[in-house]
């Protein structure tokens, strides 16, 4: 029986607009592309999400890369990034149903130690986060999933039963390491009106 329900952030509470990210500091168009693929290279933010680069050396890389004369905006770029992400359309109400009728209610993401230490900053993304009862970032433990050791840090730390929870995710291979452990699943396919019917019918 499914008493805990636990989110994935990025692409299920949270659309990532890296092209509108971009814009709010590159004015000029044609390079709009360029600093977006610079800034948000997975090179990069693959190893943010791990904890193993830090913001300034993220920056040194970005400014190597792009004439000097978009180096600052460009920082600007990834300086205020957590100001422009929006909650997903829907997405508070099904984490509201998830709230009012879940045991408890966690999230779990493979994101920065930036973020983890800035998102208040954003009052839409701190109002939803606010409704969690824990959360587990992946920048600040050096674990990222589907590895399965931030599963058992989620379930030890929360004192949680892996067949009492509903993981929601939107990646495959994450549902497939949470399935492993025996961990239920539910793969978001950016429907919030499907997921909210669904936590309503399983409880």
Same mark, same amino acid.
Request: charged letters at 30%.
């Given at each position: ?33 360029? /600093?977006?693929?610079? /800034? ?12 193993? #680069? ?5 920056? @040194?890389? /970005? ?5 000097? +004369? ?21 997405? +508070? ?9 879940? +045991? ?9 130690? %930036? ?5 208040? =900053?954003?009052?839409? $993304? ?21 590895? @399965?050791? $931030? ?9 949680? %039963? @892996?067949? +009492?929870?509903?993981? #929601? ?8 390491? @949470? =399935?492993?452990?025996?961990? =239920? ?8 009106? %499907? ?6 019918? #399983?409880?």
């Amino acid at each position: 029986m499914i008493k805990n329900i636990v989110f994935d952030f990025g692409r299920v509470i949270v659309d990532f607009e890296e092209t509108k990210m971009t814009r709010a500091y590159v004015k000029d168009e044609s390079m709009v592309e360029t /600093v977006r693929d610079t /800034v948000f290279d997975r090179l990069y933010w693959d190893r943010l999400d791990l904890g193993t #680069i830090t913001d300034d050396e993220l920056k @040194a890389c /970005v400014a190597a890369r792009l004439p000097k +004369e978009f180096v600052s905006a460009a920082h600007a770029v990834y300086n205020r990034w957590i100001h422009h992400i929006d909650p997903i359309p829907g997405i +508070e109400d099904a984490v509201r149903t998830a709230r009012e009728r879940a +045991e408890g209610l966690y999230l779990l993401s493979n994101i920065s130690i %930036k973020f983890a230490e800035e998102y208040k =900053q954003n009052p839409a $993304i701190d109002r939803i986060l606010s409704l969690f009862d824990g959360l587990v970032f992946s920048g600040p433990l050096h674990m990222i999933k589907p590895d @399965a050791r $931030i599963f058992h840090y989620l379930l030890d730390t929360y004192g949680l %039963k @892996a067949d +009492e929870c509903l993981f #929601i995710d939107d990646s495959p291979k994450n549902i497939a390491g @949470a =399935q492993k452990l025996g961990i =239920q699943t539910y793969l978001f396919d950016g429907d919030t009106k %499907k997921l909210k019917e669904y936590i309503k019918s #399983i409880f």
